[in-house]
């Protein structure tokens, strides 16, 4: 990885984490909505799984650490996350249909996250909770990934930050 | 536009990528196993939630004005209505306040309420999901917050403090899924214990299964020195009840405090009632 995709990568999580806390969390909190989930598929859907598990694990580490839950568990969740977005990344496919699978996959993994918090019996989620917020998480990480994937393509298409891809 | 080193298709994880991802889900049980078990992560939990809690407040100023627009956007054309409903219940809260004032049973128990609080305001949500219930407040430790003090809206209760740094604290909320509050019908004065259930409120399970919740019935926490949370304090409205086939009454309460619109807050000044978890 060259130091400028470090770099970026660093800024990308620390800016998203801080938005999500204090903008995305709190405009709607009857649904699950995750600036940082949309942003680790949006760049394994275009740089591929092993971009994907770095950024997806770095930023769960840090949620996990900056939050009451057990840390861990967003880290898992999201290494998934950039795991399976990055096996369907495919360089030609439009920012739109990008959009919409960085979404529902975003969605999926707070779902199971929100399990993930049942399972280890830690606050904050009920399997209940994570079936009924299913639709308007999707409906509010669409509207994040509309935003989000086409400026990290364009981001990771700029000259400054093109580098190698992992295949 | 053409990018030669990335790959047109990767269906297939590498042998090197399959060994990263191993490692890193073994760490991240690791981290997991120890959190959920003990307590060795402390240091690290309280190192980033403070170095986030520095960065919420540089952040919360920029970011204040968009989020209170964002939040005002599914009540646009709603606050006329809003203000004369408040109007109309506040003018009956203050009948029913004259009404309190004579007797002497409630008069005893809001003189134990503790009357200094420090005002405070919400920064950010958890950082992670839409539904960590915890919030970060612009108080900490330099201002007299300490752990398990009782956070209100100046209605309602709000939660009690989980964690604090020397400028910021977490609050877990009351609404938290799964979390527990003791609470007493200011009707009947039968105590319940009611669970969070998010933005549904709280459901309500009276201690004594003979107990009768109405719809209506004002719940307030306590009992006093025995509850995690201030006594006193009001949690919320009976909505509804139901009974259930063995005889349990179950009751569903609209909270008093919104944890939606959560803006302004004060941390109640007392010892607290009870030592965080984690």
Redesign the interface.
Known sequence: MTPARLGAAATAILVALLLQATLVAPAMLSAQLSLPAVLVAAVALELGPGAGMSLGFATGLVADLGSAHAAGLLALCWLGLGIGCGLLAEPHRHAAAQALLAAVAATVAGALATLGLTVVDEPGGTALGAVQSLLPSLAGNLVIAALVVPLTRRLLRADVLRGSGDG | ?T?P??????????RR?RL??TA??A??????????TGSG?RG??G???GA?GA??RG??GL??P??RF??GVPDAGANRDTIDRLRSENAQLRARLAQYAADASASEALSRLPTTSVPAR?????????????V?LDVGSHNGVQNGQTVTDGVGLVGRV??TNAISC?V?LAA????GVGARDTRTGELALATGQ??SGFRVSPLDPAAQLSVGDQLVTGPAGESTYVAGLALGTVTSVHTSADGMTVAQVRPAAS??TLDLVGVIMTEPGAEAS?
């Open positions: 536009m990018f080193r990335r790959p047109e298709r990767a269906r297939r994880l590498t990528q990263a991802a890193l889900v760490v991240a049980l690791l981290f997991l196993t120890i959190d959920v992560l690290a939990h190192g980033v939630r986030l960065l919420y952040t919360d970011i204040s968009v989020r964002v939040q919400v920064m950010a949500l958890g950082p992670g999901l839409g539904f960590d219930w915890t970060t989980l964690h977490t877990l938290d899924p799964g979390s998010g933005t944890p939606t984690r």
